[in-house]
């Protein structure tokens, strides 16, 4: 679209006045941003992780809105005040807290470009949040005598129980710790400590990001254990002593190390 600049300038002694037609040119897209698809929701303690796919031919100009209420909607203005969530274009998923357990919640995801269009709203999905349960507690509901509980650490760091590194970690305890004596003293020794630990770190982002650092080591060791057992942790160790041992000698030769060591023990033998 254009228009036209109308600019008027007077002379000061005659008074006349010229009048000078500039064209100016400006973008607007009048075309409101497509509806997000796949929309997913799953809850978990008083979360709700939204998850949809990108609208990648658009990603620089929009940002996505996530709607929520405990009544289903179509519009925006259903939406009760302050229910909204708003992330760039790069995202494609958002975390909804501080949510009311047992309530039915109705979620949607939609577009606002820079122009300050709207897109259409996503279909409602649904979610519960629910009061988050370890399968070890419900075990022991059950009538079971081990000791088990919530991946309390894991769960502060990453700040979501269904976090995929903190199932790793679960299935890992599960199947790897649990059976053996060994392993299941070790359950019993975090879960001593463990509710301690997370209360230190669950309020304070600089310690989840270095407890998530601290964990990205052992999530690769559960998940490899877990899933080709131990010949696959036989394998990674082998692979990573390997890896070191040949970044020394490389690091080792690039300082002189070799030569250094022959000269000084010719000296020595003199």
Request: charged share 20%; aromatic share 12%; hydrophobic share 40%.
């Given at each position: 679209?254009?228009?036209?600049?109308?600019?008027?300038?007077?002379?000061?002694?005659?008074?006349?006045?010229?009048?000078?037609?500039?064209?100016?040119?400006?973008?607007?897209?009048?075309?409101?941003?497509?509806?997000?698809?796949?929309?997913?929701?799953?809850?978990?303690?008083?979360?709700?992780?939204?998850?949809?796919?990108?609208?990648?031919?658009?990603?620089?100009?929009?940002?996505?809105?996530?709607?929520?209420?405990?009544?289903?909607?179509?519009?925006?203005?259903?939406?009760?005040?302050?229910?909204?969530?708003?992330?760039?274009?790069?995202?494609?998923?958002?975390?909804?807290?501080?949510?009311?357990?047992?309530?039915?919640?109705?979620?949607?995801?939609?577009?606002?470009?820079?122009?300050?269009?709207?897109?259409?709203?996503?279909?409602?999905?649904?979610?519960?949040?629910?009061?988050?349960?370890?399968?070890?507690?419900?075990?022991?509901?059950?009538?079971?005598?081990?000791?088990?509980?919530?991946?309390?650490?894991?769960?502060?760091?990453?700040?979501?129980?269904?976090?995929?590194?903190?199932?790793?970690?679960?299935?890992?305890?599960?199947?790897?710790?649990?059976?053996?004596?060994?392993?299941a003293a070790f359950v019993?020794?975090?879960?001593?400590?463990?509710?301690?630990?997370?209360?230190?770190?669950?309020?304070?982002?600089?310690?989840?990001s270095l407890a998530r650092?601290?964990?990205?080591?052992?999530?690769?060791?559960?998940?490899?254990?877990?899933?080709?057992?131990?010949?696959?942790?036989?394998?990674?160790?082998?692979?990573?002593?390997?890896?070191?041992?040949?970044?020394?000698?490389?690091?080792?030769?690039?300082?002189?190390?070799?030569?250094?060591?022959?000269?000084?023990?010719?000296?020595?033998?003199?």
């Amino acid at each position: 679209d254009s228009i036209n600049l109308y600019i008027y300038v007077a002379e000061s002694e005659s008074n006349d006045v010229d009048v000078v037609t500039v064209p100016v040119e400006f973008e607007y897209d009048y075309d409101p941003p497509k509806v997000p698809s796949s929309v997913t929701v799953v809850a978990a303690g008083e979360t709700i992780d939204v998850s949809w796919t990108k609208l990648s031919d658009e990603e620089d100009d929009i940002n996505y809105q996530i709607y929520y209420s405990t009544q289903p909607f179509s519009d925006r203005s259903e939406v009760p005040s302050g229910n909204v969530v708003t992330v760039s274009g790069a995202k494609s998923s958002a975390t909804l807290q501080d949510l009311e357990v047992g309530v039915e919640y109705y979620v949607s995801v939609g577009a606002k470009d820079i122009f300050d269009n709207l897109g259409e709203l996503s279909a409602n999905a649904v979610a519960t949040p629910i009061e988050t349960r370890d399968g070890f507690e419900a075990y022991k509901d059950a009538g079971g005598g081990e000791d088990g509980g919530f991946c309390f650490v894991a769960t502060a760091a990453y700040g979501s129980y269904i976090h995929p590194h903190v199932a790793i970690l679960r299935d890992f305890r599960d199947t790897i710790l649990m059976p053996s004596d060994l392993g299941a003293a070790f359950v019993d020794f975090y879960y001593s400590y463990g509710p301690y630990w997370a209360e230190l770190i669950v309020d304070k982002e600089p310690l989840r990001s270095l407890a998530r650092v601290f964990l990205l080591p052992w999530v690769l060791l559960a998940y490899v254990t877990v899933k080709f057992g131990a010949v696959g942790l036989c394998m990674m160790v082998f692979a990573l002593s390997y890896s070191y041992r040949t970044v020394r000698r490389s690091v080792n030769h690039r300082i002189g190390v070799p030569q250094l060591y022959v000269e000084l023990s010719r000296r020595t033998s003199r």
